[in-house]
């Protein structure tokens, strides 16, 4: 990969994004390298967003994907805590799953790729069957993972920052209405990664906005996450069928292997005898965030042990998916030359419920004319 364009990230540059630029940045030198060519022709690029510790996001145009986060362990060393490839076209030709990108139009699945809307019933792509039962997985063939995207680089109160657009058009993987979606992904001195997503329409559409990094925070590649200790502010659950949609009730986690309202390994229960399990096969499910306010907080905390690191997830979305890797079974050599094994990563997927078009009484996912979708999520790291 060869530099191909040094600029500085500094306020003109910065003035050109459409989100507001509070104050006049310190300006550092930034970079954009190309991320190679796509199968159809079109050059992908990584961009560099670095604070000054050294915690560092490398984010493509395609997918807006995290392809690497440099993060301090303990002891200060630095290691890449996200699971992907080394160039853009490895994500579609080895099939990734997801690693690192912007899912959408519709984050988590569809039942039946079926939905009604306003009388109208719509039809989407069936790219997934779990337990052979055919759905829509993250917004269809080609979802915003394997587009690419308008980026500009800008400074956020100081921070680096990235602008990414994406138009949607009407009819896209079977959508309704011409969607306009913007997220900015920005680093900040407290090691932070986050993700503004804000999104328009011209007719009414089911949108669920979230990223799909897959952590490991002993390092991409570095084994199993089963050691990683975690924690979710969330009672509750939404349970699902062997087709991984689900059946629309909301019950409590309490006495099941899904309690992670105090902190447990996650392989610590993950072979109970368990229903919710053995269709996941493993944890795959969402739950349903004790926080309902619409306001960032924090909903959950990830540790790893040996290195010390540490994450904390904010979100102002209701629902989290947490997915433990489980289709990962080695198959595929990551950008520094190993392989993913099963559960060698776990996303925290903020989110709306899955299905929510089909289950009336789960929040709306439903965004109309005149109306602007605005979700945060941030990933705050730490070592102990
Ligand atoms: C889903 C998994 C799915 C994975 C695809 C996750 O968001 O919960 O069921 O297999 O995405 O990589």
Redesign the pocket.
């Known amino acids: 990969m060869k530099t191909i364009m040094p600029f500085l990230r500094c306020s003109a540059l910065a003035l050109t994004a459409s989100i507001a630029v509070l104050s006049a940045p310190a300006c550092s030198a930034a970079n954009v390298k190309s991320f190679g060519k796509l199968p159809d022709g079109r050059e992908a690029h990584l961009y560099t967003l670095q604070n000054a510790s050294g915690f560092r996001a490398d984010i493509s145009d395609f997918g807006g994907i995290v392809v690497s986060l440099y993060v301090a362990d303990k002891n200060g060393k630095l290691a890449d805590v996200s699971l992907g490839f080394d160039n853009a076209a490895d994500y579609l030709l080895k099939k990734a ?2 690693f690192g990108a912007l899912i959408g139009r519709y984050g ?1 699945r569809i039942a039946h790729g079926k939905f009604t809307l306003d009388g109208q019933t719509y039809s989407l792509p069936l790219n997934d069957k ?1 337990g052979n039962i055919p759905c829509s ?2 917004g269809g063939d080609v979802g915003f993972d394997k587009v690419l995207w308008t980026a500009k680089p800008a400074t956020i109160e100081g921070n680096p920052a990235l602008v990414l657009t994406y138009v949607s058009k009407d009819g896209e993987m079977g959508y309704p209405g011409t969607l306009t979606v913007e997220v900015t992904y920005s680093v900040t001195p407290k090691n932070e990664l986050r993700i503004d997503y804000k999104a328009t329409t011209d007719k009414a559409t089911p949108v669920n906005l979230t990223n ?1 990094t897959y952590f490991n925070l002993k390092g991409e590649g570095n084994g199993s996450i089963l050691d990683h200790v975690l924690m979710m502010k969330a009672a509750k659950t939404t349970p699902v069928n062997a087709g ?1 949609i689900p059946t629309g009730e909301i019950v409590p986690v309490a006495g099941t292997p899904l309690d992670f309202t105090t902190p447990h390994a996650i392989g610590e229960r993950i072979n109970v005898p368990n229903e919710q399990l053995k269709f996941g096969g493993g944890y ?1 499910h969402n739950w349903v965030l004790d926080n309902q306010s619409g306001k960032l907080e924090l909903v959950a905390t990830l540790h790893e042990p040996a290195s010390g690191r540490f994450m904390e997830v904010f979100t102002t979305e209701p629902g989290l ?1 947490f ?1 433990c890797g489980n ?1 990962l079974d080695g198959t595929l050599v990551g950008k520094s030359g190993k392989a993913y094994g099963h559960r060698s990563g776990l ?1 925290l ?1 903020t989110q709306h419920y899955p299905d929510s078009p089909n289950q009336p009484s789960f929040p709306s996912t439903i965004l109309r004319p005149g109306e602007t979708l605005k979700s945060t999520t941030l990933y705050r790291f730490s070592a102990k």
């Open positions: 799953p997801y988590n779990p997985l993250h799909h991984l795959d998916q997915y289709f996303c997927e």
